[in-house]
């Protein structure tokens, strides 16, 4: 099985950026779609972004579109996540999730989870 580790987040102002990290341990991401979730306080966990680790094709929350990119880097076996423009409202604890389901953005079909990093965003 294949063990997630998240780094990079922290405290930002409002229209900065943050970069997100979540690195592979225990076995490569092949054959597996990578996503990021974020939680806020008091709301349910909730879909950002996905990418398929073996085509690297994108899919987005539509509230993150256009600020947000996640993009995989298979030499390092990390997905990373640059968010741009970050508004409070994407305050929040941010997850990485890996799914041998493909077409997915439910929480549910995700078996693998990273610990969660904090993402602040001041206004």
């Known amino acids: 099985q294949v063990q997630l580790v998240e780094s990079g987040g922290g405290l930002v102002q409002a229209g900065g950026s943050l970069r997100l990290s979540c690195a592979a341990s225990g076995r490569t991401f092949t054959g597996y779609a990578v996503a990021w979730f974020r939680q806020a306080p008091g709301k349910e966990r909730e879909f950002v972004a996905r990418t398929f680790w073996s085509t690297g094709v994108t899919y987005y929350a539509d509230s993150v579109k256009g600020r947000f990119t996640i993009r995989r880097e298979t030499a390092q076996n990390t997905v990373y996540l640059q968010m741009n423009s970050l508004k409070p409202e994407d305050t929040a604890v941010y997850y990485c999730?890996?799914?041998?389901?493909?077409?997915?953005?439910?929480?549910?079909?995700?078996?693998?989870w990273g610990q969660g990093t904090q993402v602040t965003v001041s206004s």
């Open positions: 999730a890996a799914s041998m389901r493909y077409y997915t953005t439910n929480e549910n079909d995700y078996a693998y």
